[in-house]
């Protein structure tokens, strides 16, 4: 649900170029490679997508820095009001201070950052729901907002990440936040939560497969074509 929502603001922010399943399939290719790659290749699907589609790809440059940059703000803004680590609430603050940044370099491309910070707040909301549904399944209840701040910590932690899908430094931020609240097994939990997030990112893009077959297909084709040119 977390990712329709992020795929309806990206539909919404493009003036509605497409089907909301062409953003939603591009967004979970996309997951997929980030969870395979070191580094964030992953959003280079979205400029293939604007292009597939016929979207200005400023305007999709503009969507995706301001969807970070509203990530950053208000995952930043999470930890901040958590006190994480207490010392080190700076790092949380400075992240939330680069996502206003990011949001006022490309206002002005852009007439629905309102818009898209209400979708960006609700789909972390979502996210966070299903790591406590997660929890309740391992009969392990964690109050809502420790599993928010950890989470927010785990996903920051992976901002400029430097192993497939940020693999060890999720664990380390969203069990360290964990343990600081009292929750047993911390750094299994959050294992247990990062892995849970590697089968849906490789099990989304069956699904699309699947299901939207056509749009895959374009894709890969205008991929294909992107590599012939270049």
């Given amino acids: 649900l977390a990712f329709y929502i992020r795929a309806a603001a ?6 509605k ?36 589609i016929g979207s200005p790809m400023k305007r999709t440059t503009a969507i995706l820095v301001a969807q970070r940059g509203i990530d950053l703000s208000i995952l930043g803004l999470f930890v901040t009001a958590g006190l994480l680590l207490g010392q080190t609430v700076w790092v949380a603050a400075l992240a939330f201070g680069a996502g206003l940044v990011l949001l006022l370099l490309v206002r002005r491309f852009i007439r629905t950052i309102p818009v898209l910070i209400g979708y960006g707040l609700l789909a972390w909301l979502f996210e966070a729901g299903a790591v406590t549904c997660l929890f309740l399944g391992a009969d392990v209840p ?12 785990g996903v920051l932690s992976g901002i400029a990440q430097f192993t497939p899908g940020g693999l060890g430094t999720y664990e380390v931020a969203m069990g360290t936040v964990l343990q600081l609240s009292g929750v047993p097994n911390p750094y299994e939990l959050a294992l247990m939560t990062h892995l849970f997030k590697y089968t849906f990112a490789f099990l989304a893009p069956v699904y699309v497969l699947l299901r939207h077959f056509a749009i ?3 894709l890969f084709t205008q991929f294909k074509k992107h590599n012939t040119k270049g």
């Avoid at 939603?24 to 292009?51: D, F, M, Q």
Wanted: net charge positive.
């Fill in 17 to 52: 170029t497409a089907p909301t399943a062409v953003y939603l399939t591009s967004l979970y290719i996309g997951l997929a490679v980030n969870h395979l790659s070191p580094v964030k290749l992953g959003e280079a699907v979205r400029l293939l997508t604007a292009r597939a």
């Fill in 216 to 218: 895959v297909h374009l």
């Fill in 142 to 153: 964690v109050a809502f907002p420790v599993i928010l701040i950890a989470m927010s910590a």
């Fill in 10 to 15: 990206w539909r919404t922010a493009d003036e």
